[in-house]
């Protein structure tokens, strides 16, 4: 994602710019996947294939409707701190339940906050 980033930065043409868009939003709902299997503590992956099955569909959909029908720069920025706010309301959970179990939780909460 930072390469990307920097390279949009850099040379502003549309490819730089799918790229830069596509990668943030690939880390975000990977970051959110991610939550969503340690909040529930999914340790099979067949299920976590199944979880991961509904975000890829919205990562493709994302992509579909970015890149075919509309760069549209506020859906992009709605989708993105909605799945942020999310993924961040998840760690805080997993953290306030974990407190007394896992001694880095607190510093979660506050990496959040």
Known sequence: TFSCATLFHTVDIRLTEYLDYFTAMASTLFGLWTALVRVFNITNTSNQWVLAAPILGFYMFHVMRMAGIRFAYGYNMRAS????????????????????????????VAGHI
């Not at 909605?82 to 953290?95: E, N, R």
């Not at 339940?97 to 510093?107: E, F, G, Q, R, T």
């Open 81 to 108: 701190i909605t799945l942020v706010i999310t993924q961040a309301v998840l760690w805080c959970l997993w953290s306030f339940i974990n407190y007394k179990k896992v001694p880095h939780a607190k510093w979660m």
